[in-house]
């Protein structure tokens, strides 16, 4: 069975500056992709980026980027200039292309302070 | 992009009764999945809503508990069946199209359901 950690409960970041939230996952699956959602208090669940596992390439939108690493199954999300409306639950979430069921990690709790 | 609506957004019930979210999606899509998100953790899979037939329930939910369901290819209803205060969660519709590519998995907004 598919399983996602994310072993930080809590990250605090000051705006502007950089923080790294962690995630790891394990599969026996070759095919699949990954996911960032971010939950702001309001809990919806936006979509932040996604990986397909099939690509090398690091996926990026605008300030938020991954760091992919296929073999250490590792994927961690980078913000970039953080701003204070980053500040939210942020879940990492596999989903196998067989199923497309989506398998959420416990979330981060992101706090941006100015 | 899909957008999806949910009713009600919140309701407050007495132990024992029942009570059926519906979600709404604004273009036809291939899937349709229900999750709760109990307070302060993660989102669960309860089950996936198949259009025409029964749904398919995730270990530790069952359809007398949670029947679903799903008459068209833009609708789901989800209904929480003798309630306990056990049951107060958020519950969340998501949807997405199958195809080539992976495409995004989108929720709606959540139904926060209280049960005292």
């Known amino acids: 069975a598919q399983t996602v950690t994310q072993s930080q409960p809590e990250m605090s970041v000051q705006e502007a500056e950089t923080v790294t939230l962690s995630c790891t996952y394990d599969?026996?699956?070759?095919?699949?992709?990954l996911f960032w959602y971010k939950q702001p208090p309001s809990r919806q669940m936006i979509l932040v980026i996604r990986q397909e596992a099939y690509k090398q390439q690091n996926a990026t939108e605008n300030r938020f980027s991954v760091n992919f690493q296929k073999a250490a199954k590792s994927f961690s999300l980078k913000i970039s200039d953080s701003q204070l409306g980053d500040t939210a639950m942020y879940f990492c979430a596999f989903r196998d292309a067989n199923t497309d069921k989506l398998i959420f990690g416990t979330g981060t709790r992101l706090q941006v302070f100015p | 992009s899909a957008v999806i609506s949910q009713k009600p957004s919140r309701d407050i019930c007495q132990r024992g009764t029942s009570l059926t979210i519906q979600c709404q999606v604004d273009s036809q899509v291939t899937m349709m999945f229900w999750y709760r998100q109990q307070p302060g953790q993660s989102l669960t899979l309860i089950a996936t809503?198949?259009?025409?037939?029964?749904?398919?329930?995730e270990s530790g939910f069952v359809i007398d508990k949670f029947p679903i369901s799903r008459p068209n290819l833009t609708f789901s209803t989800l209904t929480v069946s003798n309630m306990s205060p056990e049951d107060s969660s958020i519950y969340l519709c998501s949807a997405h199209n199958r195809k080539a590519g992976g495409d995004t998995q989108y929720f709606g907004p959540g139904t926060r359901l209280t049960v005292l």
């Open positions: 809503a198949n259009q025409g037939s029964e749904a398919t329930y």
């Open positions: 599969t026996s699956e070759n095919n699949y992709y």
